[in-house]
């Protein structure tokens, strides 16, 4: 081979591994990522049954309820609209009525949430951002009840 | 006083660094030989500056000086000692000190160690770290300073994160910035190459060690960091692709890139833009990691909640150095001089297609990390990119690189025979045939994922161990001359295949913990069981507990295989009296390579408690994987080429271990 003939080579080899990275990305895009919803938006716009959502919210107080074997049942809030919803497994610590919360899921049928990932927060003092922003917009911002930015989080 | 100490030190480094980074370099472009002397002694000044700084704030952690703003925010006074050090790094001021020691010690060792450099190269790469660490003291004097005083000075302190509060604090952030800040004296390296205009093998052979030290710690610092999330977080799961893992992901995958690359250099003068590329963009992606974690653009489990005038900052010093670093790359690649020739098919050929494949990989996982910034900053809609992205198109990546590692120590370089190397590799992949059968007929028809995944796995493991075999002719002659052969081969060549090993035993622990994990969810009483596989748990009671600064519950399970007593378990619910926090501390048992994992929800007032009971197959081998991975990397480490003090001329033809 020639050096031109190599050096082709090398670059069609690195064009095959780009363009299918590319190609990867692009569909995982379309297809392996998460939107961020409010109750509100929830009620207004139900996603489909299939499309995962991360919803975010407030604890609506006096809401949880919980069952058998782990089973907890909860109603995520912004205030403005109240979402059900319905997770399997071991609340975090911080999981309590009247905090932040962001659980991701889908909704079934019936408007229910069937969440699989529930998130609270990492200290006392902390509220998730993307909960923040959907508290903002529906107006129920108030930051006077202890859930303003964090003067320390966590660094593992 | 001594506190006052401590920050008059962390100045008079910060002049130091300005010395180092202009007089040396001012000596360079002249061709003065006493002002480039001057950057060995500015760096170790800096790095004894710096080391008194920071003992003076382990000092006020340890006799718990309230009033030190710092202190007072981080710690309290009856946490235990080891806490309290680990303290000082577990916040955004401590750790950013420690970032900045690591680094000037790392520019320290490089002016004890590198008697054999060219005095030139040598002011100019610890005129570069001077650079960096000027930067960076600038940046903690400014805008996180950790000697505030606070008057008056409270009587308590507010206390650490009790999630903070934990071995993996003391061990993972020192581990993980020698990795990460390691990257800088490549980096430097290569600047000082691109000034110099200059590069050959020998500044292949002085950068590979640095690079190979700080790979390991970086390996071993995301390791730990993944086993400790693993059992601190209590969710069982050991990789979420948070983009603050990804942020310490990216950076090791082009280490490995550049490890790789860096032989090529050295070997034959190969590749020699692209390895400066690689040093480059290495430490570029370490930069973005600390801008990433520290400037609060993200929400994660790692994000230090800092005020914006600090992001902004770390991301002029970001711009400062990657922008500068990627024009002079611009302006002066052209100049260096072509390498050698080689076919597709060599050993050059394979080390291109790893870093062909790592730094794809690593580019997709810098766009699933950054995607989600620019589409809320561009459009204010807000995603998520979460696991499903990551194994769309991380995976896919690895896939044909994992099966190609197996291959290129077989080649030779500049032309390799593909057909003699897959003959060598014929038992390998006997190995991986086999346990898809044995797969197969053991347990039905399971995944084919899975299959192929422990196929894979074994395929790598086999493969590594095919190499040396073929190397030692074992088998081919006597069992002694064998040994003789393999005592006599290359420490590098033993690492390449404990390293290679390595990746295929993590390759199996992640397959096997993914296809055979099992978990249940129950509610139990005392007295109660839940059966999880051939494991039955039996729920004895309620233990109290208490330590320093929590009190809280333990509760005792006892572990039956076949009737008998296995093990005894004790998860625990704790609250922290400061601040007011309950955390959950999971229990976990192993056996062999597996693990039993029990994590607690709320105890109920009558004593029926919500219990999450996992079986994690093989588990443990992602981490021992990672260990081994780091034993070759030192085993390459000790080889004898690294060390010798004159490097070889490079137009010498290079010996090649015999074949």
Request: proline share 5%; net charge neutral.
């Given at each position: 081979m020639?050096?031109?003939?190599?050096?082709?080579?090398?670059?069609?080899?690195?064009?095959?591994?780009?363009?299918?990275?590319?190609?990867?990305?692009?569909?995982?895009?379309?297809?392996?990522?998460?939107?961020?919803?409010?109750?509100?938006?929830?009620?207004?716009?139900?996603?489909?049954?299939?499309?995962?959502?991360?919803?975010?919210?407030?604890?609506?107080?006096?809401?949880?309820?919980?069952?058998?074997?782990?089973?907890?049942?909860?109603?995520?809030?912004?205030?403005?609209?109240?979402?059900?919803?319905?997770?399997?497994?071991?609340?975090?610590?911080?999981?309590?009525?009247?905090?932040?919360?962001v659980a991701e899921g889908k909704v079934d049928g019936s408007g229910l949430f069937v969440a699989d990932t529930v998130l609270a927060k990492h200290d006392e003092t902390y509220m998730p951002k993307e909960v923040v922003d959907a508290l903002k917009k529906s107006g129920e911002w108030r930051p006077e009840d202890g859930d303003g930015p964090a003067p320390q989080t966590v660094q593992r | 006083m001594i506190v006052e100490i401590g920050h008059y030190a962390l100045v008079l480094a910060l002049v130091l660094a300005l010395a180092g980074g202009t007089l040396p370099f001012w000596g360079a472009l002249r061709g003065d030989n006493r002002l480039m002397a001057v950057a060995s002694t500015t760096s170790v000044a800096q790095f004894l500056f710096v080391a008194v700084s920071f003992a003076a704030l382990t000092y006020a952690y340890v006799v718990s000086d309230f009033s030190v703003q710092n202190v007072v925010e981080n710690s309290h006074s009856l946490k235990p000692l080891l806490y309290k050090i680990s303290g000082v790094w577990g916040n955004h001021e401590g750790s950013m000190l420690l970032w900045v020691l690591i680094l000037v010690l790392f520019g320290a060792l490089v002016a004890v160690f590198s008697e054999n450099l060219p005095l030139k190269l040598k002011a100019l790469v610890l005129a570069v770290q001077s650079w960096i660490s000027a930067a960076f003291l600038f940046f903690i004097l400014i805008a996180s300073n950790p000697f505030l005083r606070l008057d008056p000075a409270p009587l308590q302190g507010h206390d650490l994160n009790p999630l903070l509060q934990d071995v993996g604090l003391a061990i993972h952030p020192p581990l993980l910035y020698l990795g990460y800040v390691g990257c800088s004296i490549s980096f430097a390296f290569a600047i000082a190459a691109l000034i110099d205009g200059r590069i050959d093998a020998a500044w292949a052979r002085w950068v590979r060690p640095w690079t190979l030290t700080a790979w390991c710690f970086l390996t071993l610092g995301i390791a730990m960091g993944s086993y400790w999330a693993y059992y601190e977080l209590g969710w069982g799961g050991w990789w979420f692709w948070d983009p603050v893992e990804n942020a310490s992901f990216m950076p090791w995958l082009a280490a490995t890139a550049l490890l790789h690359?860096?032989?090529?250099?050295?070997?034959?003068?190969?590749?020699?833009?692209?390895?400066?590329?690689?040093?480059?963009?290495?430490?570029?992606?370490?930069?973005?990691?600390?801008?990433?974690?520290?400037?609060?653009?993200?929400?994660?489990?790692?994000?230090?909640?800092?005020?914006?005038?600090?992001?902004?900052?770390?991301?002029?010093?970001?711009?400062?150095?990657?922008?500068?670093?990627?024009?002079?790359?611009?302006?002066?690649?052209?100049?260096?001089?072509?390498?050698?020739?080689?076919?597709?098919?060599?050993?050059?050929?394979?080390?291109?297609?790893?870093?062909?494949?790592?730094?794809?990989?690593?580019?997709?996982?810098?766009?699933?990390?950054?995607?989600?910034?620019?589409?809320?900053?561009?459009?204010?809609?807000?995603?998520?990119?979460?696991?499903?992205?990551?194994?769309?198109?991380?995976?896919?990546?690895?896939?044909?690189?994992?099966?190609?590692?197996?291959?290129?120590?077989?080649?030779?370089?500049?032309?390799?025979?593909?057909?003699?190397?897959?003959?060598?590799?014929?038992?390998?992949?006997?190995?991986?045939?086999?346990?898809?059968?044995?797969?197969?007929?053991?347990?039905?028809?399971?995944?084919?994922?899975?299959?192929?995944?422990?196929?894979?796995?074994?395929?790598?493991?086999?493969?590594?161990?095919?190499?040396?075999?073929?190397?030692?002719?074992?088998?081919?002659?006597?069992?002694?001359?064998?040994?003789?052969?393999?005592?006599?081969?290359?420490?590098?060549?033993?690492?390449?295949?404990?390293?290679?090993?390595?990746?295929?035993?993590?390759?199996?622990?992640?397959?096997?913990?993914?296809?055979?994990?099992?978990?249940?969810?129950?509610?139990?009483?005392?007295?109660?069981?839940?059966?999880?596989?051939?494991?039955?748990?039996?729920?004895?009671?309620?233990?109290?507990?208490?330590?320093?600064?929590?009190?809280?519950?333990?509760?005792?399970?006892?572990?039956?295989?076949?009737?008998?007593?296995?093990?005894?378990?004790?998860?625990?619910?704790?609250?922290?009296?400061?601040?007011?926090?309950?955390?959950?501390?999971?229990?976990?048992?192993?056996f062999g390579f597996s693990q039993l994992y029990v994590s607690l929800g709320d105890i109920s007032a009558d004593g029926s408690t919500v219990v999450r009971v996992y079986w994690k197959t093989l588990i443990a081998l992602i981490w021992l994987g990672a260990l081994v991975m780091t034993a070759g990397g030192m085993l390459s480490l000790s080889d004898r080429r690294l060390r010798v003090g004159a490097p070889k001329p490079a137009r010498r033809p290079v010996a090649v271990p015999a074949e």
């Amino acid at each position: 081979m020639t050096r031109k003939q190599r050096r082709l080579t090398l670059i069609s080899l690195a064009g095959v591994v780009l363009a299918s990275a590319v190609g990867l990305v692009l569909f995982a895009l379309s297809d392996g990522i998460t939107f961020f919803t409010s109750p509100s938006d929830v009620l207004a716009k139900p996603p489909s049954v299939d499309q995962r959502v991360r919803l975010g919210g407030l604890v609506e107080r006096g809401s949880i309820v919980k069952e058998a074997d782990g089973v907890v049942r909860f109603a995520v809030t912004d205030g403005k609209a109240t979402v059900p919803a319905r997770y399997v497994g071991i609340l975090p610590d911080l999981f309590r009525e009247g905090q932040g919360v962001v659980a991701e899921g889908k909704v079934d049928g019936s408007g229910l949430f069937v969440a699989d990932t529930v998130l609270a927060k990492h200290d006392e003092t902390y509220m998730p951002k993307e909960v923040v922003d959907a508290l903002k917009k529906s107006g129920e911002w108030r930051p006077e009840d202890g859930d303003g930015p964090a003067p320390q989080t966590v660094q593992r | 006083m001594i506190v006052e100490i401590g920050h008059y030190a962390l100045v008079l480094a910060l002049v130091l660094a300005l010395a180092g980074g202009t007089l040396p370099f001012w000596g360079a472009l002249r061709g003065d030989n006493r002002l480039m002397a001057v950057a060995s002694t500015t760096s170790v000044a800096q790095f004894l500056f710096v080391a008194v700084s920071f003992a003076a704030l382990t000092y006020a952690y340890v006799v718990s000086d309230f009033s030190v703003q710092n202190v007072v925010e981080n710690s309290h006074s009856l946490k235990p000692l080891l806490y309290k050090i680990s303290g000082v790094w577990g916040n955004h001021e401590g750790s950013m000190l420690l970032w900045v020691l690591i680094l000037v010690l790392f520019g320290a060792l490089v002016a004890v160690f590198s008697e054999n450099l060219p005095l030139k190269l040598k002011a100019l790469v610890l005129a570069v770290q001077s650079w960096i660490s000027a930067a960076f003291l600038f940046f903690i004097l400014i805008a996180s300073n950790p000697f505030l005083r606070l008057d008056p000075a409270p009587l308590q302190g507010h206390d650490l994160n009790p999630l903070l509060q934990d071995v993996g604090l003391a061990i993972h952030p020192p581990l993980l910035y020698l990795g990460y800040v390691g990257c800088s004296i490549s980096f430097a390296f290569a600047i000082a190459a691109l000034i110099d205009g200059r590069i050959d093998a020998a500044w292949a052979r002085w950068v590979r060690p640095w690079t190979l030290t700080a790979w390991c710690f970086l390996t071993l610092g995301i390791a730990m960091g993944s086993y400790w999330a693993y059992y601190e977080l209590g969710w069982g799961g050991w990789w979420f692709w948070d983009p603050v893992e990804n942020a310490s992901f990216m950076p090791w995958l082009a280490a490995t890139a550049l490890l790789h690359s860096a032989i090529v250099m050295e070997k034959r003068e190969a590749l020699k833009i692209w390895t400066i590329l690689l040093a480059i963009l290495t430490f570029s992606l370490s930069l973005l990691g600390t801008f990433l974690v520290r400037s609060g653009v993200l929400t994660s489990v790692h994000a230090f909640a800092t005020d914006p005038t600090r992001g902004i900052f770390i991301l002029c010093i970001l711009c400062v150095f990657i922008g500068g670093a990627f024009s002079l790359f611009a302006a002066r690649a052209g100049q260096l001089s072509q390498g050698g020739l080689f076919a597709p098919i060599s050993r050059e050929g394979a080390l291109v297609l790893n870093n062909l494949l790592l730094t794809a990989a690593c580019a997709t996982v810098l766009v699933g990390t950054l995607y989600p910034l620019a589409l809320e900053a561009l459009t204010g809609e807000k995603i998520s990119v979460g696991a499903p992205f990551f194994d769309m198109t991380f995976g896919p990546m690895m896939v044909p690189l994992l099966i190609a590692v197996p291959f290129g120590p077989l080649l030779a370089w500049k032309r390799g025979d593909i057909v003699a190397a897959g003959q060598r590799l014929l038992f390998a992949f006997g190995a991986a045939m086999a346990v898809v059968i044995l797969g197969l007929a053991l347990m039905g028809t399971p995944s084919a994922l899975a299959l192929f995944g422990v196929a894979l796995a074994v395929w790598l493991m086999v493969g590594a161990l095919s190499e040396i075999a073929f190397r030692i002719k074992l088998g081919r002659v006597s069992p002694a001359e064998s040994w003789r052969r393999g005592a006599g081969l290359p420490r590098s060549a033993w690492g390449t295949m404990v390293a290679h090993f390595g990746v295929g035993v993590t390759v199996l622990g992640i397959v096997g913990s993914t296809a055979w994990n099992s978990e249940t969810i129950v509610t139990l009483k005392p007295g109660e069981a839940v059966t999880i596989g051939s494991r039955t748990l039996t729920m004895d009671g309620f233990v109290p507990i208490s330590g320093g600064t929590y009190t809280g519950t333990g509760v005792r399970f006892t572990v039956r295989q076949g009737g008998n007593v296995v093990a005894t378990m004790e998860p625990e619910k704790r609250l922290y009296t400061v601040p007011n926090t309950p955390t959950t501390e999971a229990a976990i048992n192993t056996f062999g390579f597996s693990q039993l994992y029990v994590s607690l929800g709320d105890i109920s007032a009558d004593g029926s408690t919500v219990v999450r009971v996992y079986w994690k197959t093989l588990i443990a081998l992602i981490w021992l994987g990672a260990l081994v991975m780091t034993a070759g990397g030192m085993l390459s480490l000790s080889d004898r080429r690294l060390r010798v003090g004159a490097p070889k001329p490079a137009r010498r033809p290079v010996a090649v271990p015999a074949e």
